[in-house]
């Protein structure tokens, strides 16, 4: 999916736990395998762990946006344009 000129991998996962840093970490490397400009969006239907939401919140820079199942249903009832749910900060 390209979005702003950005490529990203996008990974998503429909389970009812929630993804960990563990996860988050083999994706990270999946998308840094790719091109040095490619991006990640991993949506998780039941969020994240906050211990995965730490990890890539300080330290070095990351390329990957999480997204939960509320966020994609947002999207998809119209509230909000993927590109804007890509972009926020």
Do not use: C, H, P
Not at 2 to 20: F, S
Not at 29 to 34: C, W
Not at 46 to 58: C, E, V
């Amino acid at each position: 999916m390209q979005i702003d000129n950005q490529t990203y991998l996008i990974e998503a996962r429909w389970r009812q736990k929630q993804v960990g840093n563990a996860d988050l970490l083999v994706f990270q490397s999946k998308v840094d395998g790719k091109s040095s400009w490619s991006r990640g969006l991993f949506i998780s239907y039941s969020g994240f762990t906050s211990d995965g939401l730490t990890a890539f919140s300080r330290g070095r820079s990351t390329s990957l946006i999480g997204m939960t199942g509320q966020d994609l249903f947002f999207i998809l009832d119209g509230s909000i344009l993927l590109d804007d749910a890509m972009t926020m900060q």
